[in-house]
């Protein structure tokens, strides 16, 4: 089933190296490396493709991208057996990710049939106005070109190669150049196999889509450097994603790089919510911290609270709950070593008492809890860093003025929650307008894992949540991303955009 090569505009091309992907369970498979001339022409057949796809009518597009979620709901036993092997990831939860990436795809297609995505707007000319006429001014968003993927590694599916930034560059117009994570080559592969038979039943131009395997350093640095390519979509760690910027910005000519780079997900844990329900909602947290082993980047890794009588019983029932959990296996060996020095990290850090560290090893992780003052969580900046895992920090502010300062103090966040009863909405207002300026999504009595692919879903947030807070990568409203508005003055009718005519 697996083909071990790169689809490069609807050629699958291999090279003189190879690499084996390093599975969770069984043997490895073995995969042609992607090169830099693989990106070239990648590109180059993007850039000709963009002459029609971006010119395409939505219907056209809406049409292509329902042909690839048809195929890939064809392919859907492999990829989960593919995906289970190579991730480690169960078996429902790889389904789960299917559901979602399809949905996202047919969302998006009928989000653009509907047209409002254009943001049309229209200056109708006033001649006769004085002391000057005013032309007419048209405006509508067009597609920014091609635009280059990094696939991650944390959702081989719903944020990889027909993932969430795919999804939202092909539904705006723009053909797309992957480059896919080392992790899950083999899904990588058979996502290239659903979209080649979609490229083939549509007729679409093959250059709409290309997925080149990893090959290190110099392929993805290839893709960001490429003249053709026009922005970046990314989602993984700071580290990376942070050199990735810099590289963008460092072009003769700078693109917008969307990086969706984590966050820490504080919950602030209200004095009445605390005192009334404190044990379920420590429960809840347990769940959501070690879902899918903690590797997601809306895992809420610190619980404020205001220290007092209260907290001692929402301590015990998260450690209760967190010693219930079996080990579990992460995503590749590099990310499970990450988790081992971050969880080394707080734990060495002062001020710091341990309430559950149980130690892995291999590829698993076990849940980590641990428990400090704002004061001492303000003052060391790496119990601030994200630890990418089940780890969680029970923050014990002084009084709500603490709580306050120390949401104040935060760095850009993708979400922010509040757990509060009726007795605590006075003082959640007062820290609303704080959270409000923290994150791209504050909620209120549930937990931030699990997002909902919709109209109103915001997943960014100021830096390093993401790397521009005005945008999102989940929802309808992340296709804006490869988007760019274009005013059209006085423009003859055949000339307008069809979208703009009449
Ligand atoms: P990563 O280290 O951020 O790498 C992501 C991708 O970027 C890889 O495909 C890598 O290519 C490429 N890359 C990195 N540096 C590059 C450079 N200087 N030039 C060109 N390409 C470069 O993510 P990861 O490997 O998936 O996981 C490592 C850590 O990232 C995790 O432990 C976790 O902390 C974090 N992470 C966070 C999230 C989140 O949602 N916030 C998601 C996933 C991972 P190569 O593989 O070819 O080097």
């Given amino acids: 089933m697996i083909n071990g090569k790169s689809l490069v505009a609807g050629e699958w091309l291999g090279s003189a190296d190879s690499f084996q992907n390093a599975p969770a369970i069984g043997s490895p498979d073995t995969f042609s490396k992607g090169t830099p001339q693989m990106i070239d022409q990648a590109c180059q057949a993007a850039e000709e493709a963009f002459l029609t796809f971006g010119y395409s009518k939505a219907s056209e597009r809406a049409a292509f991208l329902r042909a690839v979620a048809d195929e890939i709901d064809a392919l859907g036993d492999a990829i989960t057996e593919v995906g289970v092997k190579e991730t480690g990831l169960p078996e429902p939860r790889l389904q789960g990710e299917r559901g979602r990436t399809v949905g996202q795809l047919r969302l998006f297609a009928d989000h653009i049939e509907g047209g409002d995505y254009l943001d049309r707007r229209h200056d109708v000319a006033l001649p006769n106005r004085a002391p000057l006429p005013r032309p007419d001014i048209r405006m509508m968003q067009r597609p920014v070109g091609p635009v280059g993927i990094f696939g991650a590694s ?84 700071l580290k990376a994603g942070r050199a ?38 420590a429960q809840g947290w347990a769940g959501s911290l070690t879902m899918g082993a903690g590797q997601f980047c809306t895992n809420p890794g610190i619980a404020v609270v205001v220290d007092g009588p209260n907290v001692a019983p929402f301590v015990a029932a998260a450690s209760a709950a967190l010693k219930d959990v079996a080990a579990q296996t992460m995503l590749t060996d590099g990310i499970a070593a990450a988790y081992r ?71 850009g966040q993708l979400t922010c929650t509040l757990h509060l009863d009726d007795a605590d909405a006075d003082d959640a207002q007062t820290l609303m307008p704080v959270l409000e300026r923290k994150a791209g999504r504050v909620l209120a009595n549930g937990f931030p894992t699990g997002v909902e692919v919709s109209e109103a879903m915001v997943h960014g947030g100021p830096y390093p949540a993401s790397t521009n807070f005005g945008a999102t990568s989940v929802g309808t409203l992340s296709i804006r991303r490869f988007l760019r508005p274009v005013c059209y003055q006085n423009m003859p009718d055949a000339l307008l955009p069809s979208e703009l005519k009449g």
């Fill in 341 to 411: 020095s971050g969880c080394e990290a707080v734990q060495n850090a002062g001020s710091i008492e341990t309430l559950v560290a149980t130690e892995a090893d291999g590829r698993n992780a076990m849940p980590h809890l641990h428990a400090t003052t704002a004061d001492a969580w303000m003052a060391d900046s790496k119990l601030q860093d994200e630890v990418f895992g089940p780890l969680g920090i029970v923050v014990k502010a002084k009084d709500l003025a603490q709580a306050r300062e120390l949401a104040t103090s935060l760095h």
């Fill in 244 to 281: 990735l910027y810099d590289m963008c910005a460092a072009r003769p000519d700078p693109i917008p790089f969307f990086g969706e780079l984590g966050s820490t997900n504080p919950m602030f844990v209200m004095p009445a919510a605390l005192a009334n329900r404190g044990e379920a909602i």
């Fill in 154 to 237: 944390n959702f081989p599916l719903a944020f990889s190669s027909a993932g969430g930034d795919t999804a939202a560059a092909l539904a705006a117009g723009c053909p797309v150049v992957v480059k896919g994570h080392p992790a899950h080559p083999g899904v990588s592969d058979l996502i290239s196999q659903a979209f080649d038979a979609a490229i083939k039943k549509t007729g679409v131009h093959p250059g709409v889509f290309s997925q080149i395997q990893d090959g290190g350093i110099p392929v993805g640095e290839a893709l960001v450097k490429h003249p053709l390519i026009r922005a970046i979509g990314f989602t993984g760690s």
